[in-house]
Nanobody, 125 residues
Framework: VQLQASGGGLVQAGGSLRLSCTAS????????MGWFRQTPGKEREFVAV????????YYADSVKGRFTISRDNAKNTVYLQMNNLKPEDTAIYYC???????????????????WGQGTLVTVSS
């Protein structure tokens, strides 16, 4: 599975961006696809994930109410709509996917088998 991410950029605080991640193939009905982010000197942090089995979504507390993850089933693509962006959202955002995860593990980057290239999101104050 190859993941292609896009959509990063520079935006002012309070603005919006939409990230996209397309998988070359979706190999399981229990496919998970989502986003992590990382800033220099820090570990990669869970942001949000979409579970194709049932269409459930999961978010980090820091982005709840501001970010929305959604899918385009036909395109094997997930989108991360980021609204009301804050300077602390500045990071490299990575798309990640896995064929099957247990819910207790979805926030751990080590559990994901597939990764896309990062896309930089910069939020200016």
């Amino acid at each position: 599975v190859q993941l292609q991410a896009s959509g990063g950029g520079l935006v002012q605080a309070g603005g919006s961006l939409r990230l996209s991640c397309t998988a070359s193939v979706r190999t399981s009905s229990r496919f998970f696809m989502g986003w992590f982010r990382q800033t220099p000197g820090k570990e990669r942090e869970f942001v949000a994930v979409y579970n194709w089995n049932g269409g459930r979504t999961y978010y980090a507390d820091s982005v709840k109410g501001r970010f929305t993850i959604s899918r385009d089933n036909a395109k094997n693509t997930v989108y991360l709509q980021m609204n009301n962006l804050k300077p602390e959202d500045t990071a490299i955002y990575y798309c990640a996917a896995d064929n099957s995860l247990i819910l207790s593990s979805i926030r751990y980057d080590t559990q994901y088998d597939y990764w896309g290239q990062g896309t930089l999101v910069t939020v200016s104050s």
